[in-house]
């Protein structure tokens, strides 16, 4: 066996240090639930004839409990294409449930937001809560106790790491997430985002840039680049969480459906009664979450999960920070280029060996963990892909060589030695970037500061011709504090129109950019935010000013204000826009005011969850 690299050695290590109390008291905390919590066994009848009351067929087996029953947690809408799939999965997996001697029943359903819809939109300040939202609803659904293991029906940004977070308080229970698929390609992704950047130059009309959109996102399925929805999908892989090899493989096909039913007989294979127990809580942990950073950074994959991972690690009593990412990153090799860090999208991907050549290098160099406790066997179980063979589903070796080394290639070869992820810090505080779609010629960015409290406003400035020069555009009280950290992501065309006018150009922020940010540098989830915080003390972002000269850089991991200090200590700090109203946000209120800082995940929810455990 080859030996584990000392870096993430070394990082996984201080993890399971760092996280030492925490996570002996969350395994002490699933231990009770199993052995002396609230089960199927010791409900009254009272509550055991509510339960199966409209369960048709199966209720002689859920009713003398000689069936295993597994739970079903869905974020099916119709709206949302990567979840309108999901619509016909209960009815299947009753089926598939049924042939192993199991039950299942539909426990509750999640909400679903597409970041897609709701973009550059005033209901993208509930994104990031909706995560909390999610798990406070799947704990909802979970806790009716009438379950032996769960099926996780979810896909896209905030909708897997919710889930998982509110499966995780139920972590005695096995799970397994079970995906869709991306839709098939449509048009190009570059050919798309060329269309953007000539709308936002006013070359194109609308309807031409509509019939762009239109001809990308065209089908049932998530969207095809490499954003937060396909990186939440190659995670759960690499935290073997999902059926080996099922993250990309497109809706309606006969293989999307075997590997729903093999998920759903594995869960009474691995489900409380089962001869082969694996719960969520143990298989979710530390190396797990090591391996997930590992696969995000090795295949590019979305920044957003900068605030995720440390979320879902948090749920298990696990602590990791973007420390950890950044000495990971340097250790991690880049694997694979998928648009916006490459031309092909994730069906290409996928077709040029995907995670299961991923999963296959990295295990062969030692740069992931092989010893976890995976839902399908082990690790080394994921360095596959899933066939059709005679109408059954089986499982073949991953390629031993990359079918496209435009999209995919070998440790041995990679495209970048390190995974392009960094953590800049400064007299600004800490923030992430993503160098991977960046030429390394703008990895420095030093320039004047335009600050901007919206990125409506940024708009405003780039039509008139403002930013017209060398410029760093700072956007300020996009906390999860201030406003739900909404993602910025119409702002990447119009920085690309400056970038390729030949300008040095970058955004700062303490909001999100999309986790399909790409070629502009991006220095986001600067903590701490603008906003003040519980002690009244705004971030520094909050004294920067119009002119100040400000280096990012992510070659030696700076984000500075070069102004003098005493000028800096003489200054008052901003004054935040008031809070926005309308479509919900005011729901949303408890949530931002006890927020935590992006490092942490940015969740009131969690932060109030760890001063009673």
Same mark, same amino acid.
């Given at each position: ?71 079903? =947690? ?15 999965? +209960? ?18 359903? !999640? ?13 993208? #300040? ?21 379950? *032996? ?45 060329? !269309? ?24 049932? &399925? ?28 497109? +809706? &309606?096909?006969?293989?999307?459906? *075997? ?15 089962? %001869? ?44 990791? #920070?973007?420390? #950890?990412? %950044? ?31 991923? =999963? ?16 399908? &066997? ?10 059709? =063979? ?141 906003? +003040?915080?519980?002690?009244? !003390? ?7 000013? %119009?002119?100040?000269? !400000? ?63």
């Amino acid at each position: 066996m080859t030996d584990l690299h000392p870096t993430i050695a070394a990082v996984t290590d201080r993890i399971i240090a760092r996280s030492a109390p925490r996570r002996a008291a969350y395994l002490e905390l699933m231990d009770r639930q199993r052995e002396a919590g609230t089960n199927r066994g010791s409900l009254s009848c009272g509550n055991l004839a509510h339960a199966f009351a409209a369960s048709g067929e199966d209720k002689p087996a859920i009713r003398t409990g000689a069936a295993m029953n597994i739970g079903i =947690v869905t974020a099916y809408n119709d709206m949302l294409s990567a979840h309108q799939p999901y619509g016909r999965y +209960p009815e299947q997996i009753k089926l598939f449930a049924r042939e192993v001697g199991a039950t299942a029943q539909v426990a509750g359903g !999640v909400p679903a937001m597409c970041d897609g819809v709701t973009q550059g939109q005033a209901g993208m #300040d509930l994104s990031l809560f909706s995560r909390d939202n999610i798990a406070q609803g799947t704990a909802i659904a979970l806790s009716h106790a009438m379950f *032996e293991s769960v099926a996780l029906l979810g896909i896209c940004d905030k909708i897997v790491p919710g889930l998982l977070i509110g499966a995780l308080r139920f972590g005695h229970l096995p799970q397994i997430l079970i995906p869709a698929g991306p839709m098939p390609s449509g048009l190009a992704n570059k050919e798309k985002q060329r !269309v953007r950047q000539l709308y936002a130059e006013g070359k194109a009309t609308r309807d031409e840039l509509l019939e762009a959109e239109a001809a990308s996102y065209h089908g049932a &399925g998530t969207c095809t680049f490499y954003g937060t929805a396909n990186s939440n999908q190659m995670m759960m892989e690499l935290m073997g969480l999902h059926m080996p090899g099922s993250a990309f493989v497109n +809706p &309606g096909t006969k293989l999307r459906q *075997e590997l729903t039913r093999a998920a759903t007989h594995r869960l009474a294979a691995i489900g409380w009664d089962g %001869d082969d127990y694996r719960p969520l809580a143990r298989c979710v942990d530390e190396k797990a979450i090591v391996n997930a950073a590992i696969g995000l950074l090795a295949t590019g994959g979305s920044t957003n999960h900068a605030i995720h991972v440390p979320a879902i690690a948090r749920a298990a009593g696990i602590i990791i #920070d973007w420390q #950890d990412f %950044d000495e990971l990153s340097h250790a991690v090799p880049l694997l694979a280029r998928v648009y916006p860090n490459g031309a092909g999208d994730v069906n290409h991907f996928h077709a040029a060996g995907g995670i299961g050549y991923v =999963v296959q290098e990295l295990l062969g160099a030692g740069l992931l963990h092989g010893d976890v406790l995976t839902v399908g &066997g082990t690790m080394a179980d994921y360095a596959s892909e899933p066939v059709i =063979v005679d109408d059954e589903l089986h499982w073949q070796g991953a390629p031993a060589t990359s079918r496209d080394d435009a999209m995919l290639r070998p440790v041995a070869a990679p495209f970048s030695p390190d995974g392009g992820m960094r953590l800049l810090a400064g007299n600004l505080g800490r923030a992430i970037i993503k160098t991977s779609a960046v030429a390394e010629d703008r990895w420095t960015i030093e320039a004047p500061a335009r600050i901007f409290d919206n990125q409506d406003a940024v708009l405003t400035a780039f039509k008139a011709g403002e930013l017209e020069r060398d410029v760093i555009v700072v956007v300020r009280f996009q906390g999860p504090r201030a406003n739900g950290m909404p993602e910025l992501h119409k702002l990447t065309p119009a920085l690309g129109v400056l970038q390729d006018k030949g300008f040095r150009v970058a955004l700062l922020t303490d909001g999100r950019m999309s986790g399909a940010s790409g070629k502009v540098p991006a220095v986001i989830h600067l903590s701490p935010e603008a906003l +003040p915080g519980a002690d009244g !003390v705004s971030g520094p972002l909050a004294f920067l000013q %119009d002119g100040d000269m !400000v280096r990012v850089c992510a070659r030696n991991g700076e984000a500075t204000a070069l102004v003098d200090p005493a000028v800096w200590a003489a200054r008052m700090p901003a004054i935040a826009p008031p809070p926005a109203l309308g479509v919900g946000r005011e729901l949303f209120a408890l949530f931002r005011h006890h927020a935590d800082e992006a490092e942490k995940g940015g969740s009131a929810m969690l932060a109030a969850m760890e001063q009673i455990i």
